[in-house]
């Protein structure tokens, strides 16, 4: 059987856009829990990395397919974050992870 094929995204956030830009960032690609009322009231807010399946390898890595690989660059590149692509072979793991198995 022919092994998928998926796009790992390596990406980090550049110094000059400046730690702000770095937690914008990761709140926008991660998402967050908002509190309000001094932590009464707890809002989810999603993320990004909501929208699709994805495998997160380790901090600034992470497998996605084909299809989703391109509005992930797009989003990280808002936020003026270098960004490397490369298409992968992907292990029974992640193409379960990914729905594509």
């Not at 829990?33 to 807010?45: C, T």
């Not at 699709?52 to 974050?81: M, S, W, Y």
Request: aromatic content about 10%; hydrophobic content about 40%.
């Amino acid at each position: 059987m022919a092994r998928q094929r998926g796009f790992i995204v390596l990406y980090r956030v550049l110094s000059r856009a400046g730690k702000p830009n770095a937690d914008k960032l990761l709140r926008g690609l991660n998402g967050y829990d908002d509190r309000s009322n001094f932590g009464k009231y707890v809002y989810r807010r999603p993320g990004f990395l909501e929208r699709f399946p994805h495998v997160k390898l380790i901090r600034g890595a992470l497998i996605v397919r084909k299809e989703n690989a391109e509005d992930l660059v797009k989003f990280l590149e808002t936020f003026d974050a270098e960004v490397h692509v490369r298409e992968v072979f992907l292990n029974e793991d992640d193409e379960k992870a990914l729905g594509l198995r």
